[in-house]
């Protein structure tokens, strides 16, 4: 192949690169907390607050999560890939942008501190920090950080100060075999939570709720 033929190729390659960005670029929408307030209030403020700061301990508080998390967890309700027969109707009612809105908005908001919950505290505590070698169990802040507040790169999600009621929720739906999806993080999730005694479960999400409480 001459020079000529060599560069042209180079310069086709660096094109097609740059089109596949764009592409992706393109396809990730921009939210906009304004419109998702009035979404929020409209769609999902009954069960997770105005600001997503919910006061039935059933249903998470959505304030200060990673906006790609929520964006993630609508899409799979959406889908069908996780599955909640109310969730799956509320998130089908949205849009794409709708949804970045939403996420972005939430995002924003900054979540309310939760009551300490004394119930082995300090177990949960142990868990949380250095995990159960004897269960092949690793640590909860391996993946949500040392203070709860997740890795929205990764998709972990922030968990300090949740409600301790939901934390029992998923992690008992989780041991229980009740997967997210079929994804990695749903796989992880399923393997943490059938190690875990029902004891454990309880004494973890009462440190989550108290990890942002007030000093």
């Given at each position: 192949m001459n020079t000529s033929c060599r560069l042209w190729v180079t310069m086709l390659a660096v094109g097609l690169v740059v089109v596949a960005t764009s592409a992706q670029a393109a396809d990730k929408l921009?939210?906009?907390?304004?419109?998702?307030?009035?979404e929020?209030?409209?769609?999902?403020?009954a069960c997770h607050g105005a600001d997503g700061n919910s006061t039935d301990p059933q249903y998470p508080k959505?304030?200060?999560?990673?906006?790609?998390?929520?964006?993630h967890q609508l899409e799979s309700f959406q889908s069908g890939k996780?599955?909640?027969?109310?969730?799956?109707?509320?998130a089908g009612m949205l849009s794409k942008q709708d949804i970045a809105n939403v996420a972005a908005y939430l995002s924003q908001q900054k979540t309310s501190p939760g009551p300490v919950d004394t119930y082995q505290v300090?177990?949960?505590?142990?868990?949380?920090r250095d995990g159960v070698a004897s269960a092949g169990l690793p640590s909860c802040e391996s993946c949500h950080g040392p203070k709860g507040l997740g890795d929205s790169a990764k998709l972990y999600p922030r968990i300090?100060?949740?409600?301790?009621?939901?934390?029992?929720?998923?992690?008992?739906?989780?041991?229980?075999?009740?997967?997210?999806?079929?994804?990695?993080?749903?796989?992880?999730?399923?393997?943490v939570g059938q190690k875990l005694t029902i004891e454990q479960?309880?004494?973890?999400?009462?440190?989550v709720q108290g990890m942002n409480a007030v000093k």
């Open positions: 921009v939210g906009n907390a304004d419109a998702g307030q009035a929020v209030s409209s769609v999902c403020a959505l304030a200060g999560q990673h906006a790609a998390y929520i964006e996780r599955a909640n027969s109310i969730m799956s109707g509320m300090k177990l949960g505590e142990s868990i949380y300090a100060g949740q409600h301790a009621q939901y934390v029992v929720q998923v992690l008992t739906g989780w041991h229980n075999g009740q997967a997210w999806g079929e994804g990695p993080h749903a796989k992880l999730a399923l393997s479960i309880q004494a973890i999400a009462s440190y």
